[in-house]
């Protein structure tokens, strides 16, 4: 790919990676959040920090499975950290305006409300990975310590979604689209495996 093509895709990603926090800071700055504007940060943030996980996760499989697409390698980190950027933006949001900086109203909440426990949970797997998302960490790790610990993304993706089902009000469907998005990316996850495999296994004489 042109190098110039690159950077004018890498420039429309970080548009639309920071589009929903641009419009909450014009809604927040134009009082325009709607009639309850904490529910709109909250759920704007966490929406978008799942999305841009499985996004990011999709980012191998597609390649893999078409060559022609190596290059969507460059945008996997870029999606991984701003996923780790709305997390911390909807984690942060919580802390301040749900809990109030009330360490102990926040730590009652924890225990007691199994959705929250599931979304601290998944924010604490999600930090690891952004913590060691440098070159130098890549270095310093080793590559194959570096995918068993990003390997972790998986178990963060599917808490995000449990946090997100427990979350909504009973009958309620929106979650679905995501899950059926991480469920089929998981599925292809050994399809993948077996896909390399044959390629690069040598013809039988
Ligand atoms: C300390 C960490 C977290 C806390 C305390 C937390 C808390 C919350 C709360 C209070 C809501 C509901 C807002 C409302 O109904 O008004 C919510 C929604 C949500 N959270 Fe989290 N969360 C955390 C981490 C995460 C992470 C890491 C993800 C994604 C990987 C996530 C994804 C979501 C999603 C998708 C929603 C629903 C959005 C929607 O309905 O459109 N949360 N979270």
């Known amino acids: 790919m042109k190098r110039s093509t690159l950077i004018l895709l890498k420039t429309l990603t970080w548009a639309a990676c920071l589009g929903p926090a641009i419009l909450l800071t014009y809604q927040a700055v134009t009082n325009t959040l709607g009639p309850d504007p904490t529910a709109n940060i909250e759920l704007t943030t966490g929406y978008n920090t799942l999305l841009l996980l499985i996004l990011s996760l999709a980012i191998t499989p597609l390649r893999k499975f078409v060559p022609r697409l190596g290059w969507l390698i ?20 919580y802390v301040a305006l749900y809990a109030g900086f009330n360490v102990s109203a926040m730590l009652d909440d924890i225990a007691k409300r199994k959705f929250i426990t599931m979304g601290a949970a998944t924010w604490l797997l ?11 960490a890549i270095r310093k790790l080793g590559g194959k310590n570096w995918n068993r610990l990003h390997k972790l993304v998986y178990v963060a993706a599917v808490c995000g979604i449990v946090h997100y089902w427990w979350q909504v009000k009973p009958g309620v469907l929106a979650p679905m689209n995501l899950t059926i998005s991480l469920a089929v990316l998981l599925a292809l996850r050994p399809v993948l495996v077996w896909w390399q495999r044959r390629r690069v296994r040598p013809v039988a004489a």
């Open 74 to 93: 460059k945008f996997r980190r870029l999606l991984g950290l701003f996923a780790f950027f709305y997390g911390t933006l909807h984690m942060l949001a």
């Open 126 to 136: 999600l930090l690891p990975l952004a913590a060691t998302s440098t070159n130098w």
